[in-house]
Every structure is written in structure tokens, then in C-alpha cells.
């Protein structure tokens, strides 16, 4: 979740202070909203994100803890279309976030404001997708091709493995997904810290140089310091392929990819996951 924050406030950011440069009005910008939606495959429920860009005056009079409520997007009519078989499904604003007021600093609150599919939406992998929403009198479209689908090779479902060394040193391996710029790989575990019998998950995301063009990832490298707190018991390891059009997003932190008339991100990934048991 506060990965998830740090996406989004610099996507801010990036985006007003993106969209005043090279204009000769102040404060002037380009487009009229932002979009983050990251189109999840093997994800039945989507999360999809739309805000209105404000001026450098106005919102210098909002609190960056109000950023997210403030700003976001009510009234957009949203629709994704399979352009292989025509299908569409449509969106609406997540019931759980109505009434929710979002408190930066204390995170009262556990929701965002975010639209959602109305039915259960299964996208596919090395499909093309098309994106439309309308608001305000204004239609942005947005369009991708989903990274190809692929397999977790090692370790296998129900593996059991036995002592820490070898746990550190097992290597996770996947084949490559078709059209994917890289990947991310998870792992959620028993691990004792702060609080006894804990479950945590640790994620390894790849700095350009580690797992970009790789199928492999040392389980060791994710652990890094945490490895000596993990607890006997049932290991999830997820393995997500993500698209070109995050990289640009978020690591060339290119200010609109995938969309047109809207700043932000129209991106794509393909997740699997493996369970696994480890005796300490």
C-alpha cells in the first residue's frame, strides 16, 4: 500500500510540474486529468485512477494530504474493450471509498478513491486493449498490448524446503513473458519482527540493472535483512511481468504513455504465483 503511495505522489508531482513547462502562462497545463491503471491479467477485480489537474495556485492551498480526495475524479464514465473479441466491461466508483477521507500522515484510512470493474473481469495475456473514459466533456482513450503469458518453472506448487541456507540460496525461476520490460517479484511469508507470528510481504523491484531482462531471482536477494526472521509455515511467491509502457511511466518518468488527451499511465502486467512450505 505505501508502495502504491509513493507511485502515485510523485506521479503527481511529476504531472504538475510536468505539464507547466514550455507554456507561457504560469501555471497553464495541457490536459485536463491524470489516469494511473495498471491492467492487471489474473486479476479478476481491477483498480483504475482518475484525477483532475489542478493549477499551481490552487493547489497550494490544499494540503498534500488532501491531494488524493480533492482532486480525484467522480464523474468519469469508463469502459475497457477486448479488441480481439469485442467485449467490453465498464467501471464504477469503489462503494468501500464514497464516504472515506484519506489522512496522509496517520493513514486512518486503508482506501484511495479508485473506480473498479461492476463484474468479474478476467483480462488476457498478449491481448489488445482499449481504453475509454469519458468526463467533463472530455474523452481520453488509451490502448496496450498485455505482456504474453508464462509459467513459474521453480520452485513448484506444495515444494516443501527444508533449513534456512537452503532457503536463502533457492533460486526462483520463470520462462519469459512475450513483450514484457522486465518484472516484479513477491513473496509473502511467517516471519517473526515486531509482532509474533506475523505475516509480511517483501517485494523486490528490479533498479534497471537486477531482474530487467532475467527469468531467475535468488530468494536471498529478496529476503536481504529479514531472512533470519522468517518462520516455518506456507511461502506465496508471485512473479508479475510488466509492460514497456510502465518502464516509460515510471522509470523514464515519461509524462504520458499509453494515453491520449490525459497525463499518466495506461500499463500491463501478467502475475503468477506459486505456494510453497518451509520447515526452518
Not at 2 to 17: H, Y
Not at 53 to 61: F, H
Not at 181 to 209: E, H, N
Not at 229 to 236: D, R, T, Y
Request: proline share 3%; aromatic share 12%; hydrophobic share 35%.
Amino acid at each position: 500500500m505505501k508502495k502504491n503511495i509513493i507511485f502515485i505522489i510523485a506521479s503527481m508531482l511529476l504531472i504538475i510540474s510536468s505539464g507547466c513547462e514550455d507554456l507561457n502562462n504560469t501555471g497553464e497545463i495541457k490536459t485536463k486529468n491524470s489516469i494511473l491503471y495498471r491492467l492487471r491479467v489474473n486479476a479478476p477485480k481491477q483498480q483504475l485512477l482518475i484525477y483532475r489537474i489542478a493549477g499551481m495556485s490552487e493547489l497550494r492551498t490544499d494540503s498534500s494530504a488532501d491531494m488524493y480526495y480533492n482532486f480525484f475524479n467522480r464523474n468519469a464514465e469508463i469502459t475497457l474493450k477486448d479488441l480481439q473479441s469485442g467485449e467490453s466491461t465498464a467501471f464504477m466508483l469503489s462503494q468501500d471509498t464514497l464516504d472515506s477521507r484519506y489522512d496522509l500522515s496517520y493513514y486512518k484510512n486503508p482506501y484511495l478513491p479508485f473506480y473498479t470493474n461492476k463484474e468479474p473481469f478476467n483480462a488476457k495475456p498478449g491481448t489488445d486493449y482499449l481504453l475509454s473514459v469519458s468526463t467533463g466533456g472530455d474523452v481520453i482513450t488509451g490502448r496496450l498490448t498485455t505482456p504474453g503469458d508464462f509459467e513459474i518453472t521453480s520452485p513448484r506448487s506444495a515444494e516443501e524446503i527444508r533449513g534456512a541456507r537452503n532457503l536463502i540460496n533457492y533460486n526462483i525461476t520463470w520462462n519469459k513473458s512475450k513483450n514484457a520490460a522486465g518484472y516484479f517479484v513477491s513473496v509473502t511469508c511467517p516471519m517473526r519482527l515486531f509482532y509474533p507470528d506475523s505475516t509480511w510481504k517483501v517485494q523486490y523491484i528490479d533498479d534497471g540493472s537486477d531482474i530487467l531482462g532475467s527469468t531467475s531471482c535468488r530468494l536471498g536477494d529478496i529476503f536481504k535483512y529479514y531472512s533470519d526472521a522468517i518462520q516455518s509455515g506456507s511461502i506465496v511467491i508471485r512473479v508479475e511481468s510488466y509492460d514497456f509502457n510502465y518502464v516509460q511511466h515510471y522509470r523514464n518518468l515519461k509524462e504520458s504513455v499509453g494515453l491520449n488527451n490525459a497525463y499518466g499511465c495506461f500499463s500491463s502486467s501478467v502475475m503468477k504465483e506459486v505456494r510453497i512450505y518451509y520447515d526452518k
